[in-house]
């Protein structure tokens, strides 16, 4: 009776299976920035002409820029002034934007020297904040590369404009400024490197990791399963035996997986040391999380980090602005595995060492709640043995 309903059923747990994992490819397909936090530094000085108010073109194009933004209803790009380069490289530095357009002090002036026999074309700089993240930033790139190409057309046509007023004959010079009016100078900060898988290879690390983790709590927890405990004290010490074979687990996968990366699949590792702690921490802190959802369900909690691995992949290799709102704020907001991209990035991408940062604390935490758990199901969780053994000696 039980395999007919199984028959019966099979076509609705088929379709649920197709609609939980047709799921995990909705954040990919065509993905929309939302509030791309973009800098703009504006350091023009401006111009003045006689008898007139002085004239700061890149304050212009700045108002402009915010202006147009504030017309949307739903953004793309959260425009950031910022004042001064150094202010926004301490930005770029600490992930606050993905690119930025910086306009030089003598913009004005040069821009003025365009109607001049004697043109000198003004350059803003583009920066694109690479390691952040490597689709997010080259987008923000692309929008960038737009709003000086926008710019170029309208500073274009408002030069004709005014050499057909006043008749007047184009120098060389001033025919060759015509083309490109206003140039660009494109920069990568905190690059990713030559190697375009370089890119990938903070996300491309946490599948294999992930799985060592969900394997190594696997064994651990079947084979404490097996012992012969007797009572509370035993099953304690059994926990903390679990805690201890996984921590040496950990370090093993965490130095294990580095070295295959940087030496057999050809991942540039700055810093081999501070990756494989960092490494060794992040299994040590899933490998606790797996062993304390076990201890509580049992082998019915293992599809729970299946579904994560799913779930969590493709998010991801995403930037947080790119994301739908469910996937972002149900989703994304408590993978604990997102700590561990954030932090590999910050120590590929951003030189940041082996520090008390946000990932590491995060990761921390959850080993230590997750240990917490363990020692907890031991201290509550009392065995057959152990009941008949205290009625004995009642």
């Known amino acids: 009776m039980l395999k007919n309903k199984l028959l019966l059923l099979s076509p609705i747990i088929a379709l649920a299976v197709i609609f939980i994992f047709s799921l995990t490819l909705f954040p990919s397909v065509q993905p929309q ?11 023009d000085e401006g111009i003045e002409f006689p008898n007139q108010p002085k004239v700061n073109m890149g304050k212009s194009i700045v108002n402009m820029i915010q202006k147009s933004s504030q017309t949307e209803e739903e953004t793309a790009v959260n425009w950031v002034e910022v004042k001064g380069i150094e202010a926004v490289q301490k930005g770029l530095d600490k992930k606050k934007y993905y690119a930025a357009l910086v306009i030089p002090k003598d ?12 043109p000198s074309s003004p350059e803003v700089e583009i920066l694109i904040n690479q390691g952040m993240n490597n689709a997010a930033s080259a987008m923000a790139g692309q929008i960038l590369n737009g709003v000086v190409d926008n710019m170029n057309d ?4 408002q030069l004709l404009d005014g050499f057909e007023q006043q008749g007047a004959t184009l120098t060389v010079n001033q025919a060759v400024s015509l083309a490109t009016p206003i140039s660009k100078k494109v920069t990568n900060v905190n690059e990713i490197g030559t190697n375009s898988a370089n890119g ?10 992930w799985m060592a983790s969900i394997a190594s709590a696997a064994i651990i927890f079947f084979a404490v399963r097996k012992l012969s405990i007797t009572n509370r004290k035993e099953n304690f010490a059994a926990k903390l035996v679990q805690i201890l074979i996984g921590a040496i687990v950990a370090l093993v996968v965490g130095f294990g997986l580095t070295w295959l990366a940087d030496g057999m699949v050809g991942l540039h590792i700055p810093q081999f040391t501070d990756t494989a702690l960092f490494l060794s921490i992040t299994s040590f802190s899933f490998l606790l999380m797996i062993l304390a959802v076990l201890s509580l369900l049992g082998l019915k909690g293992m599809p729970i980090f299946i579904l994560m691995l799913f779930f ?3 998010l991801l290799a995403m930037a947080p602005e790119m994301m739908s709102p469910f996937y972002h704020d149900w989703i994304y907001s408590w993978l604990p595995m997102r700590f561990m991209v954030e932090g590999l990035r910050g120590l590929f991408f951003f030189g940041e060492g082996l520090t008390w940062n946000t990932p590491v604390s995060v990761l921390v935490w959850i080993g230590l709640v997750s240990m917490l758990i363990i020692l907890g199901t031991a201290l509550k969780s009392i065995t057959v043995k152990e009941q008949i053994t205290e009625a004995s000696v009642e």
Do not use: D, M
């Not at 920035?33 to 350091?43: D, G, M, R, S």
């Not at 004005?108 to 020297?113: E, L, N, R």
């Not at 309208?154 to 046509?157: C, D, F, G, I």
């Not at 990938?200 to 990791?209: M, R």
């Open 107 to 118: 913009f004005s002036a040069k821009q003025a020297s365009l109607r001049t026999p004697t």
């Open 154 to 157: 309208n500073v274009r046509t």
């Open 200 to 209: 990938n290879a903070p996300v491309s690390l946490f599948q294999p990791l």
């Open 33 to 43: 920035p939302k509030n791309l936090p973009i800098a703009i530094v504006n350091e």
């Open 312 to 314: 969590g992949a493709p």
